[in-house]
């Protein structure tokens, strides 16, 4: 009996000193192959990348090409016990790609694979452009590419930011489907994408019991039109371009379903929220936001969006940075005189830069800017409600100019509009008075305007 149990101590021992003797590696086996192309917006080669999926993958090798006798180099750093990656670029394109392959897949030295396992890569999709970045459910798109004649309508799919689209060879007139014509594909009318934001355009083929997905990344914005919302105006529209400027956008009366949970977007750099208007009823008129800096001046697009990014509404060329030499100055002498008696009726000149003036050189996107051939001077009206200007007087200017959007110029008016405080409002006299011409001039070099307050009549 000691001999036995001093027998059995030394065996554990011994083997104690070797743990990987009795460890039993499982066969290895692979499950699924799947092709993945993926082109970004811009660049002029796509990226390949093969994916095998297994399980048992110890100490792996991979051979491709029409025989299956071609070894292929393996990512070690993606790859896992489950899943092998191929991605060298070289070894895929002069290998594998354009032929139907035999996969072979070995596992410390065996083949698992018996023999190679069929991939037809011959025909593999590839997305180069499409017509339009952003588009709204409902609108067309184009996508162009090549090698869409090897597409099987009811067995291939066509996705669009996760929404799927059925294929079709010609067009058949239906605005449901995607139709493949030539290099192209055209969709009549996008469906309600299922990834909000900036999302993907995939075209999946399968070909035997394997895919081949081709991706055109990062390559669209599919968006419902924000409802229940139109815009009567942004205020201020314009401020200083290395500054944060806090805006309020109005709705106009009955379209005014702003939501607390809002975004914005200026130049594509969201901007801030900072609460809700509401008029003296306590009923929303309106929404608030401070707008990021930009270091360009110019006009950019205030983009309004759903918190989730899947609605929006456009305000092209919604708000104006102004270089610091637009920004509004008084000269150090240019209130003149700058007393009254107190039931006196007296003209006041002011002298300052960029009053009214509004310099539209130097900015981005903004060209061709003067002083508009009609109603220049529109001179002093009353406002609309429920801002800085309601129930006063305020003079107002108009230019012309052209905006540069990626679809061409488009026109546009720019409104240079102030007003005068003094003992709560002052008319901007803009007419002959006494014998002297009291007209405004507005000049690169300087502003002169005069203004007429109200009388004061003071308690004693």
Known sequence: MKKLISFLLTFAIIFSLFPDVLVVNAAAEVDDMRLERIKQVGTIDQFDTLYIYGSGFTSPAVKAGTNGAIPVRINTELSTEYMLVVDNQDDLKNIMIGKINKIRVYNEGLDVTAGGLTFDLSSIPLINSISKSKAY????????????????????????????YVLHIGDDGDDD????????????????????GVADVVITRTVGAYEITSMLEDSITVVQKISGIEIERVDPNAGPRNKKNIISIYGTPGNCDFRSDMRIFADSVEGTPMGMIENSAGSVIGIMFELPTRDIAGAVDLVLTTNDLGSDLVISAGFMYLDIGN???????????????????????????????????????????????????????RYGSDDMFNNSTYYKLKYTGKYESPEGDIGITIIRQFRITINEDATVVDSVYGGIDYAPDFKLRGDTLYVSPKPVNLDM
């Open 327 to 381: 920004t509004l100055t008084i000269d150090s002498d240019g209130v003149n005189p700058n007393f009254k008696k107190e039931t006196e009726q007296k003209i006041i000149e002011i002298k300052g830069r960029n009053i009214g003036f509004f310099n539209g050189v130097g900015y981005d996107k903004i060209k061709e800017v003067a002083p508009a051939e009609d109603k220049y001077h529109y001179k002093y009206e």
């Open 137 to 164: 459910v409902g609108e067309s798109l184009v996508i162009d590419g090549n090698q869409f004649g090897g597409l099987v309508p009811g067995t291939d799919k066509q996705c669009i930011s996760n929404t799927g």
């Open 177 to 196: 489907t995607a139709d493949i014509i030539g290099n192209s594909i055209h969709i009549s009318e996008l469906k309600p994408p299922n990834v909000n």
